[in-house]
């Protein structure tokens, strides 16, 4: 084993897991995103050898999630936490606080229809500003970001992922 090669599973620890980049490759669009057949055999694999202690932590809502890992329906934390689904299968989700982010998307729709290969997801919980397809844009993302944040203070939470920008309200 050398210093980048992960350990063997171990059936006492539990495993989190992000989808974009992680399980999937980085797609174009977030809706092109899947799991590819032997990712879905080995994550099996290691929910049987770990008693089920395998989660997956989105900035997706589960439904994406779902779609994605194609009846896995593994214990999940979607749209950053907003949601979450519970090893037994029982979802949680935190209340909407809409306020901030219906005032946020006026703004970030403008931006996206300036440079349309920016793609805008309204999440419900959270929006994600995706400058996947034009990497170059990230600098204008993250500037635009920010200015909400500060804009509407501290209960807004912007935070980055992989060639994306999501922000939500604090519950």
Known sequence: MTPLDPPAP???WAYFFDIDGTLSVLAPTPSSARLAPQV????????????GAVAVVSGRSLGDIDAICE???????????????????????????RGQLDRALPVLRRLVERNPRLLLEDKGHSLALHYRAVPSMAGVAHRTMRQ??????ADFVVQSGKRVWSSSPLA
């Open 10 to 12: 171990r059936s006492e």
């Open 40 to 51: 879905r055999e080995r994550l099996e694999a290691l929910r049987a050898r770990c008693d």
């Open 71 to 97: 009846g896995l329906e593994l214990p999940a934390a979607g749209e950053n936490g907003a949601e979450r689904r519970t090893a037994a299968g029982r979802v949680v989700r935190l209340p909407v606080r």
């Open 148 to 153: 909400l944040q500060r804009s509407y203070g």
